[in-house]
């Protein structure tokens, strides 16, 4: 499966650890301006983004349509990086990985699939690549780092501890 990925999740699955694991179920799309969000610091997740990106394990895509790009800034009012992701997704007919509440919010209007760090949590979890004790640390390793209502945290915990997806 291919899947457009938001500077958000994208970080987010590289502070807790999961990138590569999420690597091995998908192929993950970025544009340029999510790549250069992403190594803007020198920070470990970035490191980790920057060598898979190296090795061709994350694809960076050029954004072609710079007027379409600012109208989705414009009406959602969001940054360059995730205007240029829901570009891609919406292109290309993908699904989006996205956590930031604005660019769900676009995803939503625009009719994309879209999937959250806690998503690809949950799908690892299910599939037993992660074990649920590892899976309920990693949950609290996203809540230290992402923004989630406390409504998704305690259904992602519950889901973990009862062995749903």
Known sequence: MIIVFDSSTLILLAKTDLLREVLAEVEIIISQEVQAECLAKKTADAELISLLVQEGRINV?????????????MDFRIAKAEAESLWLARKHQYPIAIDD???????KVLGLQFLTAVHFLLRLASRNILSPELAQEKLTTLVQYGRYSKRIIEDAMSRLQEGRK
Do not use: M, V
Request: charged share 30%.
């Open 101 to 107: 509440g604005p660019g769900i919010k676009a995803s």
């Open 61 to 73: 895509r050029k954004t072609i349509d710079a007027k379409a790009i600012k109208q989705l800034q």
